[in-house]
T-cell receptor, first 116, second 113 residues
């Protein structure tokens, strides 16, 4: 069965500092990978996704992620964090075989706090 | 594009009562998913529809849960004989076609007392 591990439950960074959120997945084939962001009391917003092709994926709000098959990782990065980036971030893997790739298995999330 | 709409936003109910949530998808979005999110966890897949057809149900969806999408537009999720363990945020998400982004609603937060 597929699974996603986000090893960092909480991360605190200073505004303007760089950010990297870790994600490791387990899936039997080439995965569909996603990063979502969730603000308190809100639904999830897609930051970026990887289906195939270039392993460095650009997303919205200045985020990017790199798919590394050898490490089973899909880490999210941002060169300079803004206070408005404080939120919870979820990595997810999509089941290609069912659900059209959008039957997602999510990690437990990383809560990002930004210090001014 | 008015977004995925979920109602109600909050529902408090007593154990043993039935509750029903509604999800209105973005226009022309053929595929609709239900997820459940408990505190401190990521969302978990419950079920999904392609138009009016329910194509898959998770083992998380016990006999007390039923979802419908009668005309391939809005969907309802009903929980019968609610239990405290049903307390969670129920999220609906829709998309137009494969490889297009999944749009989530803001969810319905259920509290069972």
């Amino acid at each position: 069965a597929q699974s996603v591990t986000q090893p960092d439950i909480h991360i605190t960074v200073s505004e303007g500092a760089s950010l990297e959120l870790r994600c490791n997945y387990s899936y039997g084939a080439t995965p569909y990978l996603f990063w979502y962001v969730q603000s308190p009391g809100q639904g999830l917003q897609l930051l970026l996704k990887y289906f195939s092709g270039d392993t460095l994926v650009q997303g919205i709000k200045g985020f990017e992620a790199e798919f590394k098959r050898s490490q089973s990782s899909f880490n999210l990065r941002k060169p300079s964090v803004h206070w408005s980036d404080a939120a919870e971030y979820f990595c997810a893997v999509g089941d290609i075989l069912t659900g059209g790739g959008n039957k997602l298995t999510f990690g437990t999330g990383t809560q990002l706090k930004v210090e001014l | 594009d008015t977004g995925v709409s979920q109602n109600p936003r909050h529902k408090i109910t007593k154990r043993g009562q039935n509750v029903t949530f509604r999800c209105d998808p973005i226009s022309e979005h053929n595929r609709l998913y239900w997820y459940r999110q408990t505190l401190g966890q990521g969302p978990e897949f419950l079920t999904y529809f392609q138009n009016e057809a329910q194509l898959e149900k998770s083992r998380l969806l016990s006999d007390r849960f039923s979802a419908e999408r009668p005309k391939g537009s809005f969907s309802t999720l009903e929980i019968q004989r609610t239990e405290q363990g049903d307390s969670a945020m129920y999220l609906c998400a829709t998309l137009k076609e494969d490889n297009s982004p999944l749009h989530f609603g803001n969810g319905t937060r259920l509290t069972v007392t």
